[in-house]
């Protein structure tokens, strides 16, 4: 079941969204303006999530809402990593949700990405689902457990820079509360324990992995999760056989409430053929934001 769609992903971060480009964020905003009306009209009801920002910049929000942003989500998200990127404690979510929740005027905060590594011990990320959910108990109106599963060392992770973060990129491949293999970590029992109050579980579907997704598919069921948030990448769907792929994904995935992240322009569409481009056509984006929804969201065609 398509719960919500999430309009982009961390756009307040240079691997997500190009901002030399777009140095005040207006094109994003634009963009997503335009995207979230559509799916007003195509979906009413169906909650438009903005993009869990990292960092967790209050000026970022109030810049977006600035630029007519309201009107066109019903949700807020944040991003938060503060035992491995983040330079804040794991006790101060409480006043930074409740920061961004006044600057979007009272809408919901959905901590849509919340997690710690298991790169210096898997005891120590065991105590940090504890410590940080209970932080987040009282203050965030959804949470998502990143990630289920760790990824395997022969990948690269694209939307991170290896030059730049130093060890800090190796975490990346240790977020999982299972290693890459589906061999639970002491976390994955810690996190089950909180599955009955709500939390949900952020894995990305990777393009064609079918033998990955399978075991997602079997860890979620172990875990007894119902919330999951995935993706569609724009780029992807760009891709020969998309349509089969996701057909297949998001039927898989029908047993849960699903938040969908929609992002990524393929390099066709972009002001440069790159992934964290945006648009040259705004609207392309919405097109594709109405098409993905219509399609799993079980909305009627529209009427000639």
Request: proline content about 7%; hydrophobic content about 40%.
């Amino acid at each position: 079941m398509l719960e919500a769609v999430m309009l982009w992903n961390e756009p307040n971060n240079l691997s997500h969204w190009d901002r030399y480009q777009d140095p005040d964020w207006a094109l994003f905003s634009d963009m997503i303006c335009l995207a979230g009306h559509r799916l007003a009209q195509t979906a009413p009801g169906l909650p438009r999530v903005l993009g869990g920002i990292s960092p967790i910049d209050p000026l970022f929000i109030r810049n977006l809402f600035d630029r007519g942003l309201a009107d066109a989500i019903d949700v807020v998200a944040v991003h938060g990593f503060p035992l491995d990127w983040n330079r804040w404690h794991v006790g101060e979510w409480s006043g930074r949700i409740e920061r961004i929740r006044e600057l979007s005027g009272g809408k919901p905060v959905w901590a849509t990405e919340v997690g710690a590594s298991s790169i210096v011990s898997e005891s120590l990320q065991a105590w940090a689902v504890d410590a940080t959910l209970e932080e987040l108990r009282g203050c965030a109106d959804r949470v998502f457990w990143y990630a289920l599963m760790d990824l395997p060392e022969r990948w690269e992770a694209v939307t991170r820079h290896r030059g730049s973060e130093g060890s800090a990129y190796y975490r990346h491949f240790r977020m999982g509360v299972c290693d890459a293999s589906g061999r639970p970590k002491p976390a994955a029992a810690r996190l089950a324990e909180w599955v009955p109050e709500g939390v949900g579980v952020c894995e990305w579907v990777y393009w064609q992995e079918r033998d990955r997704f399978a075991r997602m598919l079997s860890l979620l069921r172990m875990l007894g999760v119902k919330r999951v948030r995935t993706g569609i990448g724009w780029a992807d769907w760009d891709r020969p056989g998309a349509e089969e792929w996701f057909d297949y994904v998001m039927h898989e995935l029908e047993p849960f409430e699903v938040t969908l992240t929609l992002c990524f322009t393929p390099a066709r569409a972009g002001r440069t053929p790159h992934h964290t481009s945006p648009p040259l056509n705004l609207p392309d984006f919405a097109n594709f934001c109405e098409t993905v929804v219509r399609r799993y969201a079980h909305v009627p065609a529209a009427t000639v």
